[in-house]
């Protein structure tokens, strides 16, 4: 009895180690894709002009290119901290590919911070869809957009863009004043979890519980019952 019971220990407490030991490595390979999807991809490289995998939106990206002389947008009615302006979509061109990108939020469409860097420049920033909303009216008379509209954005600039926007969050160079920052608004999902490994986990905590089991079986129910005197 004392021997089956040294023995559950032990199986039992390696399969508890290994139980944690699978629950270790789970969080790592979370982490690990969680850091993989946050790594800055070429913008190019991230999106197409045919189309985009549903995990490019929200994704990091980095562009290299210059400012082209096409038409500057405003997107009408956009907030920024309970004020009222307008968002600035201006085309970059990399590699010979039109990016839209929203370099930020203006007050007035007279702002000094409208002016267009020229020269190559490097952005930072990250990816989120068009706008759908609004297709029928996309642009108003005055020549702003009531949306973030490919259809009208490639109609007022005469070329194909890459199939998501590019949200500026840091230009290099910098230049003084620039439109202020927005904040995406769409947000990328978690990476999947992966549910095998967590699996594999539970498995082991099972195996540490089914030991006793067996051991309940093995000494307490085997054991000779004393009879009465």
């Known amino acids: 009895m004392v021997g089956l019971t040294l023995l559950a220990v032990l199986l039992s407490a ?22 993989a999807v946050a790594a800055p991809l070429p913008v190019v490289e991230a999106a197409s002009v045919e189309g985009f995998p549903a995990t490019s939106v929200g994704r990091p990206v980095t562009a290299e290119g210059e400012y082209s002389d096409a038409e500057q ?38 702002s000094p911070a409208l002016a267009v860097p020229a020269g190559p420049v490097r952005l930072a920033g990250a990816l989120q869809p068009f706008e759908e909303f609004y297709a029928e009216q996309a642009r108003r008379p005055d020549g702003r957009l009531v949306a973030v509209s490919r259809e009208e954005i490639e109609r007022a600039w005469g070329t194909p863009v890459l199939s998501l926007v590019l949200v500026l969050a840091r230009q290099d160079p910098a230049v003084a004043p620039a439109p202020a920052p927005v904040p ?32 309940w079986l093995w000494v307490v129910r085997r054991s000779p019952v004393e009879e009465p005197a």
Do not use: K
């Open 184 to 215: 995406l608004t769409v947000q990328t999902a978690d990476v999947p979890f992966p549910l095998q490994n967590a699996a594999y986990t539970l498995q082991w905590f099972v195996f540490a519980g089914f030991v006793w089991v067996m051991w």
């Open 73 to 110: 947008l405003l997107v009408a009615q956009r907030q920024l901290d309970g004020r009222a302006g307008e968002w600035v979509i201006t085309p970059l061109v990399v590699n010979g590919t039109t990016v839209a990108v929203l370099r930020g939020w203006v007050d007035a469409p007279t």
């Open 14 to 35: 390696l399969c508890v180690v290994a139980g944690l030991w699978q629950g270790s490595r789970t969080l790592d390979i979370v982490e690990a894709e969680r850091a």
